[in-house]
């Protein structure tokens, strides 16, 4: 695979991270508001918002920021959860985490949670479109090949997140994936990825 540099893509790509980030954090500013506040109160414990060491660019590593979607004492419950892992690799997924909470469950159907990801956009940690960060234990155990989909900087969406069976996709594959976007990026696949994701999205929502 060709993993040549496209210095005048890179360009491109951030300035339509920056603008396109910087509208939706403003226009959707008091939406922000009102999903924290439901978050905060909905257990009457913890933060609304949940931020946790990712792995982006040339792996260097950043503080990635969610809507809180579990338990506060999530991540000290995840070793005896592991067992029920049903992910293959080094990554962690459970159908029916109990970690999860009920408004959790909406924020993450909807993929709400993931919308506070739009200040590491600003900020220029991420991109719209790219490879999921992965947590630094999950980078520990990554191959050279696996590696590789740290060359770019890390996004919201990328082929495995815009593929409608991506829940049957083993980790070999979606590191191939990832791998793929790296070589064919450019300013027409960014746009179809976010359009294909979206479609997704609204899919998945309605239970189609």
């Not at 509208?23 to 918002?49: C, E, H, N, R």
């Not at 991109?127 to 919201?156: C, H, I, M």
């Amino acid at each position: 695979m060709n993993f040549e540099k496209k210095p005048g893509f890179e360009f491109i790509k951030r300035v339509f991270d920056f603008v396109v980030s910087l509208v939706f954090l403003v226009v959707f500013s008091i939406f922000y508001i009102i999903v924290a506040i439901i978050v905060a109160v909905s257990d009457g414990k913890g933060k609304p918002f949940f931020v946790q060491e990712r792995v982006g660019k040339d792996g260097k590593t950043f503080k990635l920021y969610k809507f809180r979607t579990m338990c506060v004492d999530a991540e000290a419950k995840k070793a005896e959860l592991m067992k029920f892992n049903e992910a293959d690799g080094p990554a962690f997924k459970m159908k029916d985490d109990p970690r999860i909470t009920k408004v959790g469950k909406v924020l993450r159907k909807t993929n709400i949670d993931e919308l506070p990801q739009m200040l590491n956009i600003l900020k220029g940690d991420m991109s719209f479109v790219g490879p999921r960060p992965p947590l630094p234990k999950e980078v520990a155990q990554y191959s050279e090949t696996d590696k590789l989909r740290l060359l770019v900087k890390p996004g919201l969406t990328c082929y495995w997140q815009a593929s409608r069976n991506r829940n049957d996709i083993s980790f070999e594959e979606w590191m191939h994936l990832d791998r793929q976007y790296i070589q064919d990026r450019s300013v027409g696949v960014d746009l179809k990825l976010i359009f294909k994701t979206i479609g997704v999205i609204i899919k998945h929502r309605d239970g189609r």
